[in-house]
């Protein structure tokens, strides 16, 4: 990789720490994430990358460190300083977060054109037409058959609802996509398609994402780097590739030879 | 006079003018005074008991019971009309409990207690209406947490409500909200103009009267002081309009009012009259005739 060299960090993290009363969620963690790069963030349930990903996507104020974001202006923004009008503006416009569960990411009571509209409407467009247009495109990008524009996501499948959930979060054209499980409680072949999917869509659109899994399989296909981790901290960082194929520490070797072996 | 008429007569000469005691009113002057310094904004106040059940008023009953005196003279109208069960039982309360002039007239009152309609005649600088509100929260029906709703017009987040527009169109080919219509107030606060028909939303607008909404059962006041801006919200390519009605009133042939259906006989026989009942005999009485008064 060699964007480092030329392109400064889109998002600074620098010995990050959060607890709960006196449990530790995750410590001491530091990584830049670069335009355009994938980070996997690897780990069993309570390593503590969904509090890493919860802090560096402001929806949980970390304890101690810093984050950095670089707005679209230019200037690194510490996000703690962020007043809660900016933060969630910059939460519906440039960022997106993809749930494991879609019904905590979607409005299942209206219809899958809305569902991917409402950004759009949030940040000012009053034309109906075009709202509906776009929406529409946003639902061919992500192979949902237009015939469905207008129903709820309660009759879609699962891997459907995903799907609406990854369109309903691009349509403003966000440059970093914070991913919870993406494929999680799917079906093995459904998650292959959302995995093919997902990787056009961040590939065509330079997108920028921090994707928390348990999944190597999913680090293996979507990111350029990972971090490993264990209660609390990281463990391991490296190039994806580098780490799966030749893993440094104990714990990652664990991980990797636990899936050879299935 | 009864033996229990006596009773009640006395049971109510206990009670303060108007049937709150006056800590009470000044508590709810001041959440009206908080509504008219920050138009469509909701207020929470601290609603109290009324003789009366949620869900007839009481909202609306508190917020006149602070504002009313001996010299005003009051109107009570529901669905437009002054003689319904819900309008007559309020009209009653207020004799009771202040002795003051009531009318069915809407220019001659000076307060005027509405549920579902702004009444035809226009309204005049000093006039105020009173809404009964059973429902104050327009985001409500997309977002269900208070504390969330709260954040959305404290931040002016008002997308949402133009999902519930979208949706509208996507199903019917057309806004099809025809009550409740949601108004933005003076160019800030997204507001629930109560079940009033959206007939009547451009009567909010810039209206020399003071409009005083109140929630009993969700305890909350919200005002459109006079001469506020009042838009009603929608789309580029799907305008605002207002209901239109083929033929004009029955009775009295006005045809630029808000009318209702009504049953003239047991084989299917009906006609459509003015739902401002007021308004509707006022004509009459001017000579205006209806195609079923010919
Ligand atoms: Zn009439």
């Known amino acids: ?262 | 006079m009864t033996h229990l008429d006596a009773g009640r007569e006395e049971v109510i000469a206990t009670y303060n003018f108007a049937y709150l005691d006056e800590q009470t009113k000044r508590m709810i002057r001041r959440a009206i005074l908080k509504g008219i310094a920050v138009p469509g904004y909701q207020v929470p106040f601290a609603s109290r008991e009324m003789p009366m059940p949620y869900g007839w008023g009481t909202g609306g009953v508190q917020v006149t019971a602070a504002i009313i005196g001996p010299d005003d003279r009051l109107k009570v109208i529901d669905q437009g009309a002054d003689d319904t069960t819900n309008a007559i039982s309020i009209r009653k309360f207020f004799e009771r409990t202040t002795g003051v002039e009531t009318t069915t007239v809407t220019a001659q009152a000076s307060i005027i207690q509405t549920r579902h309609r702004i009444p035809e005649t226009p309204l005049a600088p000093g006039q105020v209406l009173v809404f009964q509100v059973p429902i104050p929260e327009p985001l409500r029906f997309l977002e269900p947490r208070e504390t969330e709703t709260r954040t959305m017009h404290a931040l002016e987040e008002y997308g949402v409500m133009h999902v519930k527009l979208y949706e509208d169109i996507a199903r019917h080919g057309h806004i099809a909200t025809t009550y409740a219509y949601p108004v933005k107030v003076e160019g800030r606060y997204v507001t629930d103009p109560s079940p009033t028909p959206k007939f009547d939303n451009p009567k909010m607008h810039r209206n020399p009267a003071l409009q005083l909404f109140g929630a009993g059962r969700e305890m909350r006041i919200y005002a459109i002081p006079p001469w506020t801006e009042v838009v009603s919200l929608d789309f580029e390519d799907h305008p605002f309009e207002v209901q239109a009605f083929e033929r004009p009133c029955a009775l009295c042939g006005a045809a630029d009012v808000f009318l209702d259906e009504v049953i003239t006989d047991d084989r299917g026989g009906r006609m459509f009259v003015c739902s401002d009942t007021d308004h509707c005999n006022t004509r009459q009485d001017q000579g205006h005739v209806g195609e079923q008064q010919g």
Request: aromatic content about 4%.
């Open chain 1, 1 to 262: 990789m060699t964007m480092q060299d030329n392109d400064p960090p889109l998002m600074r993290v620098s010995k990050l720490s959060h607890m709960y009363g006196d449990r530790i969620g995750c410590r001491d963690v530091s990584f830049d994430l670069y335009p355009g790069e994938v980070l996997a963030v690897v780990g069993e349930s309570g390593s503590g990358k969904t509090t890493l990903l919860n802090c560096v996507s402001a929806r949980l104020q970390s304890s101690a460190g810093t984050i950095s974001y670089r707005m679209r202006d230019g200037r690194m923004q510490d996000l703690n300083a962020l007043s809660e009008a900016e933060r969630r503006f910059l939460m519906r416009t440039d960022w997106g977060f993809v749930h494991q569960n879609p019904a905590d990411g979607l409005r299942m009571n209206v219809s899958a054109g809305a569902n991917v509209g409402e950004r759009l409407m949030a940040v000012g467009q009053r034309h109906y037409g075009r709202i509906r247009e776009t929406a529409d495109d946003w639902l061919g990008r992500v192979e949902i058959g237009h015939d469905r524009i207008d129903d709820r996501p309660g009759t879609f499948s699962g891997g459907m609802r995903q799907r609406l959930q990854i369109a309903r979060n691009l349509v403003t054209g966000p440059r970093l996509v914070f991913m919870d499980e993406p494929t999680g409680g799917l079906d093995v072949s459904v998650q292959a398609r959302l995995l093919d999917l997902l990787r056009g869509l961040v590939d065509d659109l330079g997108l920028s994402a921090i994707v928390v899994t348990h999944d190597l399989a999913v680090a293996r296909l979507l990111s350029q780097r990972m971090m490993v981790m264990k209660d609390g901290q990281v463990i391991e960082t490296g190039l994806t590739d580098r780490v799966l194929d030749d893993p440094q520490a104990p714990y990652t070797q664990l991980l990797v030879s636990s899936i050879l072996q299935v």
